[in-house]
Nanobody, 126 residues
Framework: QVQLVESGGGSVQTGGSLKLSCAAS????????VGWFRQGPGKEREGVAL???????TYAQPVKGRFTASRNDAQNRLYLEMNSLKPEDTGMYYC????????????????????WGQGTQVTVSS
């Protein structure tokens, strides 16, 4: 299975910024259905951002206007730029990918057929 590795997490104060990166062990999977998820302390995992094969972007309501997901095919990387961070953004952030074309959503990324990274921790202090 394809290996994904996240990086870029850290500790920042409220209002700060971080840019997460996700690298894949295979050169094409990040061109398909990709997403970022997070799980805060005591919370269920939730989808944060999604990019389809057709480059349609979807964001969860709590991060709209503050987070930007992007990918660079040449670098084989997926990114999540996070601005105006809030304490409620604290959690482990994961990238996920599969080869879905039309059925690309947070649900399909949560199936065993998808590849996931180990996560990178983001901590936002007030």
């Amino acid at each position: 299975q394809v290996q994904l590795v996240e990086s870029g997490g850290g500790s920042v104060q409220t209002g700060g910024s971080l840019k997460l990166s996700c690298a894949a062990s295979e050169s094409t999977i990040l061109r398909y259905c990709v997403g970022w998820f997070r799980q805060g302390p005591g919370k269920e995992r939730e989808g944060v951002a999604l990019i389809t094969f057709y480059d349609k972007l979807t964001y969860a309501q709590p991060v709209k206007g503050r987070f930007t997901a992007s990918r660079n095919d040449a670098q084989n990387r997926l990114y999540l730029e996070m601005n105006s961070l809030k304490p409620e953004d604290t959690g482990m952030y994961y990238c996920a990918a599969n080869r879905q074309l039309d059925a690309c959503n947070w649900g399909s990324l949560s199936t065993p057929e998808s590849s996931w990274g180990q996560g990178t921790q983001v901590t936002v202090s007030s």
